[in-house]
C-alpha cells in the first residue's frame, strides 16, 4: 500500500482519524455530561440538537453503541497507518517508535483535550454532535444492535435491567441546592421566595399563628359599648366571636358585613346572624397543607387546635403568604416593643417575640426546633422562671434576663454571637 499511495496521502488519513477519535471521545463526554433539565428546557425552545440529544440520550446504551464502535475502528486504523507511515520512512525500527509518538498524541491530543472541553463546555459540543450521531444510529443499528444484544446479556446475568434513561425527580432538598446555585440567574428576591415555599413543609400552623393570649376577639358577654369599641380599634378584618373565653368560639365576624347594621340594630343577636362557621385545624399541619386547604375551602382564617380540642392561636391565608414573601404591612409601634437596639452588638427584645420572626428581621440563628417564643426557649433550657440578672447562651447568643411577671419571662437584652460566631448585618 505504501508504494501505491502518495505519503502525503497517507498523512492526510492519518490526520483525519485522529480528529475522528477526538470526536467520539469529546462528544461522549459532552453528551453524557449534559444537564438532563436545561436539555429538556432547550428540547421545547425548538432546538434542534437539544431534540435529538434528548432523543439519543433516552436509550445511552445505543449512543454508546454507535461511539465504541466508531472510537476502536478509528483508532486501529490510525495504528495500522502509522505502522505503514513509520515501515516506509524507516523500515521496522521506526514502526515501534511510530507506535509510541501515535500513543502520545492520541492520548493528548484525541482524548485528554477534547474531553476537558467537552467537560468545560458540554452543550458546544453536544449538539452539533447529536446532529451527526442521530443518522449515524440509523445507519450503524443492526451493529449497534448486536452489540447491545450482547453485552445487555452479560449485564443480564450480573441482574442488571435496561430499563431506558428517565428523568429522576429531584428532591425537595435537591431542588433547594439547584435555587441555591443560580445565582445571579435568578434575583436575591425571588431566589428567596423559591426557598420560602420548598420549606412550607417543614414549617407548621404553630409556626406563624398568633397565640392563644394575644388573640383579638369579641366575647358575647361584654356590653354593647364595649364590643363596639373593639371593633372601631380592630386592624383586623375578621374576629373570633366567642362566649366568655376564647376556648368557646360561636363564630367569625367578617367586619365588612357589619356595613349594613346602623347604630339602632346593632345588638348581639344581630351579630349572630353576621357569624360564619368557624374553621378549627389541628397544631402541627404543614403550611403547604393549610395553604391548599385554605384554597380548597376557600377560607382565610383558621382556629388551630390541639388533640384536646383547646384553641392554641390563629393562623391567616396571610401569615402563610407572609412566609413565602415576606411581611405585607408592618406596625412600627409593634416593631419598636419587640425589638430596640441599645447599642451596636445589644438589644432589648420582648421575651413573647416570635423566635421565627426575630431570626428573619434581625437576621439571627436562634433555634426554631423547640418553644415558640424567646420566653419559651429559655424557660425550657433552664426548666423554671429565671430570676433578673440571670445570664444564658443559647446557640452563641449571649442573653440576659431583664424583666419578669409572675408567671413568664417579660424582657431579655440579647447579644451579638460570641466571637468566631458572628453574623453579618
Excluded at 272 to 291: A, D, I, N
Amino acid at each position: 500500500m505504501g508504494d501505491d499511495v502518495p505519503l502525503a496521502a497517507l498523512m492526510g488519513l492519518l490526520v483525519a482519524l485522529l480528529l475522528l477519535s477526538a470526536f467520539f471521545s469529546g462528544s461522549e463526554t459532552a453528551l453524557m455530561g449534559l444537564n438532563r433539565y436545561k436539555l429538556r428546557h432547550n428540547a421545547r425552545e425548538g432546538h434542534r440538537g437539544a431534540k435529538q440529544a434528548e432523543h439519543l440520550l433516552q436509550r445511552p446504551d445505543r449512543l454508546l453503541g454507535v461511539i465504541l464502535l466508531g472510537t476502536p475502528l478509528v483508532n486501529f486504523s490510525a495504528a495500522a497507518l502509522v505502522a505503514i507511515i513509520a515501515f516506509n520512512l524507516g523500515g521496522q525500527p521506526a514502526v515501534a517508535l511510530g507506535t509510541l509518538i501515535l500513543t502520545l498524541v492520541v492520548l493528548r491530543f484525541s482524548e485528554t483535550a477534547p474531553k476537558t472541553l467537552a467537560a468545560l463546555h458540554p452543550e458546544r459540543l453536544a449538539f452539533p454532535a447529536a446532529i451527526i450521531y442521530y443518522p449515524l444510529l440509523k445507519i450503524t443499528y443492526p451493529l449497534v444492535w448486536l452489540t447491545n444484544t450482547a453485552s445487555n446479556g452479560v449485564l443480564y446475568l450480573f441482574g442488571v435491567r435496561e430499563n431506558g434513561a428517565q428523568l429522576q425527580s429531584l428532591s425537595r432538598e435537591e431542588l433547594r441546592t439547584v435555587v441555591d446555585e443560580a445565582g445571579g440567574r435568578i434575583s436575591t428576591r425571588y431566589r428567596q421566595m423559591l426557598i420560602s415555599i420548598l420549606d412550607l413543609e417543614k414549617v407548621t400552623v404553630d409556626d406563624v399563628m398568633v397565640p392563644h393570649n394575644e388573640i383579638v376577639g369579641i366575647d358575647l358577654d361584654d356590653e354593647t359599648e364595649v364590643i363596639e369599641e373593639i371593633i372601631a380599634a380592630s386592624q383586623y378584618t375578621r374576629l373570633p366571636v366567642y362566649q366568655d373565653n376564647i376556648d368557646k368560639v360561636v363564630g367569625i365576624l367578617h367586619l365588612r358585613r357589619l356595613a349594613n347594621l346602623t347604630q339602632r340594630s346593632f345588638d348581639k343577636d344581630a351579630l349572630k346572624r353576621l357569624l360564619e362557621e368557624p374553621y378549627f385545624v389541628p397544631e402541627g399541619t404543614p403550611l403547604s397543607t393549610q395553604l391548599v386547604q385554605f384554597q380548597r375551602r376557600r377560607e382565610r382564617i383558621a382556629l388551630v387546635v390541639d388533640e384536646y380540642g383547646d384553641i392554641q392561636g390563629i393562623v391567616t391565608l396571610e401569615d402563610i403568604l407572609e412566609e413565602i414573601v415576606g411581611e405585607f404591612t408592618t406596625d412600627p409601634a409593634d416593631e419598636e416593643d419587640d425589638v430596640v437596639r441599645e447599642g451596636p452588638d445589644s438589644f432589648l427584645v420582648s421575651a413573647t417575640s416570635n423566635i421565627r420572626e426575630l431570626n428573619r428581621s434581625q437576621n439571627w440563628a436562634l433555634p426554631t426546633d423547640g418553644p415558640k417564643t424567646l420566653n419559651g426557649l429559655i424557660v425550657e433550657l433552664l426548666e423554671t422562671i429565671p430570676d433578673p440578672s440571670t445570664c444564658v447562651n443559647i446557640s452563641g447568643y449571649p442573653i440576659e434576663v431583664v424583666a419578669v411577671d409572675d408567671n413568664r419571662i417579660r424582657t431579655v437584652r440579647v447579644s451579638r454571637r460570641i466571637a468566631g460566631q458572628e453574623i453579618e448585618d
